[in-house]
Structures are given as C-alpha cells and as structure tokens.
C-alpha cells in the first residue's frame, strides 16, 4: 500500500523561528490535506491542497504531485503553533480513504 | 454553526458491553467518516457513508457497525467492546472524495 512518510518526527523551535515540515508519498494521489491537532486534540483543516501553493497567514504549503511531496511552511512561529502535523493523501483509486501519515511533533517554546 | 458534534466526550466501558457513538453535522455535507486514533500512530479509517443510504468499510471495521440515520447524523456502535477498542474516536465530514474534512472534537473511549 502507500506509504506516507513525515519529517521530522519531532520539531522543537523557539518563537519567531521559521520552519518547514514536508510529507512525502508513495503513489500518485487526487488530493492531500494538512492538518493540525491542537494539545487538547482537536483536529483543524489548515490546507486541502492537491497541488500548487496556498497561502494562510503564516501559514503556507506546496504540493508537487509530480513529485510525490508536499511542504508546509511555518513562519514567525507562535506558542499556539504546537501540537502536531498530519499530512492526509487520497489515493488515485480510492475515493474515500484518506490515508494519514504518522505526524511531525512541534513545541514552540516562548 | 456548530460544524461537527460528537457526543460523548468521554466514555468508560467494561470488557463486553455496548454502545453507541454521537455524530451529526450542519454543514449539509453528503459524506460522513469514523477514525480512530491511537498513541503513536496516525487516523485509521474505521468506516465512512458517502452519502444519505450508504456506507462502507475502511481500514480497520471489525468490531464495529455504522448507521447513516439521515444526511445529517452518523452513528458508531460498538456492540461486544474489548480493551483493543480502547481509543480517541472521530467523526468527521467532508461535501464529497475531493472536498476538505472537517473534524468533531473526539471521544476518548476506555474500555476495561
């Protein structure tokens, strides 16, 4: 089946530091979506994103589908960025099952 | 708009009994999902309705049954529960395959 890797596993930054979590995948996908879990768990949409770049605050992700990764970029990092990273792809012949990669762990520390 | 409610939030069971999971939209989405997250891992799809009268099975259905009970309202049953069940369950919605998804805020099932 596919394979959707996340890197890194766990981030650490200080705020006001920039950093990039990318989500690579193993077949061709229809679309793929960012999302974050708060530390109280609540998962929020950032990005449905098949391909190109979307911007959202400080917030701003790429996908190169022909490529097979995707790229989320966080800028001026707030304490209320933490929580994790979950990237979501929709396979090709799969119409409804998103397929979830494991997370990228980010503290932003004050 | 309260997007996507789950109701419990929490939930405690003991080996072999049943229950039933809460799950309505007000987005008139036409498709409806069940994941469950564990520790360590990822969403794990359980079962999804695609739209009003149907549904189907995902990654990991066994010991579960789904009821798409109108466009709106979504349940999860487990009937007989076992400490494997034991999870962080979600429910969530999207308007179709290629539409974003919208999560409910989990329930937090231990089963003992």
């Known amino acids: 089946g596919i394979q959707v890797e996340q890197s890194p596993p766990d981030l650490i930054l200080q705020e006001g530091a920039n950093s990039t979590l990318r989500c690579n995948f193993s077949?061709?996908?229809?679309?793929l979506q960012w999302f974050h879990q708060n530390p109280w768990g609540q998962l929020i949409n950032l990005f449905y994103i098949p391909s190109g770049t979307k911007q959202n605050g400080r917030l701003s992700a790429t996908t190169v589908a022909t490529e097979r990764y995707s790229l989320l970029y966080i800028s001026s990092s707030q304490t209320t960025d933490s929580g994790v990273y979950f990237c979501a792809v929709l396979l090709m012949d799969s119409s409804y099952k998103l397929i979830f990669g494991s997370g990228t762990r980010l503290l932003v520390r004050p | 708009n309260a997007g996507v409610t789950q109701t419990p939030k929490f939930q405690v069971l003991k080996t072999g009994q049943s229950m039933t999971l809460q799950c309505a939209q007000d987005?008139?989405?036409?498709?409806m999902y069940w994941y469950r997250q564990d520790p360590g891992m990822g969403l794990r799809l359980i079962y999804y309705s695609a739209s009003e009268g149907t549904t189907d099975k995902g990654e990991v259905p066994n010991g579960y049954n789904v009821s798409r009970l109108n466009k709106r309202e979504f349940s999860l049953r487990l009937e007989s529960a076992a400490p494997s069940q034991t999870s962080v369950y979600f429910c969530?919605?999207?308007?179709?395959?290629?539409?974003?998804?919208?999560f409910g805020n989990g329930t937090r099932l231990t089963v003992t």
């Open positions: 077949d061709s996908v229809n679309n």
């Open positions: 969530a919605s999207s308007r179709g395959s290629n539409s974003p998804l919208h």
């Open positions: 987005m008139n989405h036409n498709s």
